[in-house]
């Protein structure tokens, strides 16, 4: 991520810390204000330092800096970030594509992310030349991905290769006598250039030369020098797309229809495709899903398609598998489809649980009568979080809809504020410490205790800070418990494929299936011994026969 003081990063920067960690979590005297003195200094860090270091007692369950970096880098890290958070555009962050796996091992990721692997080389900071041609690089970038889905996949053929050795005009820029011989010269090359774009590269300078007036028009060679990079970097771009057989007019534009992509999610052991997404593609390649399409009649708008009910389409068509990435603290990093972003549904119900227990408190404070409340909050919640069905994610807009709702009834129970907080000076996370502190909160779960010791147990073996690791422990202890009060939250959480994800421990759901599935094998190895036997005595009566 880009570590240089501007005021758009600066903002940028707090849009997003306060996207990610729960406005009660966020001191009031914090501000996203610092800038680096020094050249080794990292804005980022300079600013996240303060706000772990204010909020430690509440922000506890991020065992470092660092960690709390890397969730707030893991939540950004999706396609069109910036515009779905409303940041300036005048300072971008850096960020990876989000990439999958092919069966054959070759990378791939969503087309509107192209941009992200071509580096920009040019020293941005110091040069005005480099800026002039990070923004016309940023217009072509804008033509060539305008209309792209957002699930739309690529497969990488290869990392793109933007060594200097390609053009030896970046060492050895032509000069011009003045603006008029620098537009002639151009024009000029147009009927030798190959990858299309040279006519637009020319007229963004301009409309930035008359129109918008950025950049003077007396000094023709650093125009020159900022067109021939772009154009550089376009050349190199059209190459990958051959070689790729990526369909990315003008650069390279494909004669046949290309071999279908699909993105596949893997949840644990459970792989899926959305469905409205899987029939789109199908229909793009003639594939009959008539079938496909009764079968989600009436089911949640992004509702999932088992694979293995697929599985000999999908070996018709390019697969990319997309891990669905480890549960964060807070906000879940959002997946693109075509109307906008989702999370899981799952995911979403995590988030306002989090809300709940970590940031609101809820179940420090609230007596049995105003259960009601919480029982009618989700009860109205049935349509987002249906138990009945199997996995399934949410529009980001409807994940909104359900914070303002359980806002709305959050004012209705009246919580008061607590001086209790989550620290301790054990040198190690122990069992001890876990139930001491558990019965010193006087949570309002009477089974509490019963789950004290399989979180220990699952958290005993992952790295962290003890206070990290009690943080974590006691949020987890409420979840199992509150799943538990709401049965229908655990039902969901289980039909969603969710259990682990989500640390339910002990699920009774789980458990039944086992039990099932051993019956069934048990069943099965009884009647195949039986027809052994069988077998056998129809082996003795025949050679008896003979």
Known sequence: MASNANPSFQSNL????????????????WKCDKFPVKKKQNIFILNIKPLFTQGQQRLGMFKSVKDLKNHILSYFNFSKSMEYLGMSPNFQFDSLPQNGQTSDGKTGIYKIDLNKICPFLLDKEKDWTANLAYIILNECWKKLLDGVSPHEMIVCPHSPDFSRKFISTLENPVSYKDYEDFIWQWKNRWAENKNGMSEFILETIEKLTFVDCRCPRDNPTTLAKAAEYVEFVMDRVAYFAREGAINLPPLNTLDNVPKAIIRKFSLGNYNFVIANEYIKVCESHNINVGKVKKTIRGKPELTTINCTKIEEILKTMTVVTMNMKPLLMFAQTPIPYDGGHCILAADALYELLMDMIVAKRVFYTIGEESWIKINEFFEAMELYFDESEDVYLL??????????????????????RLNEELETRATRFVIRVLKKKLESLELCFKDIMKYAKLIYLKLATESGSP?????????????????????????FIHNQKSCTRMNIVDCEHCCEHTDKMTAELAKMGTNEEKQEGEGSVSKKKHKNKK
């Open 467 to 491: 206070q990290s690791q009690l943080h974590r422990a006691v949020i987890y202890c409420q979840i199992n418990c509150l799943a538990r009060k709401v049965p229908k939250i655990l039902m």
């Open 14 to 29: 707090e849009i997003l810390i306060r996207k990610c960690i729960p406005k009660e979590l966020i001191p009031p005297n």
């Open 395 to 416: 529009d980001l807009q409807h994940v909104d809809g359900i914070k303002t709702m359980w806002e709305y009834y959050c004012h209705q129970l009246n919580l008061h």
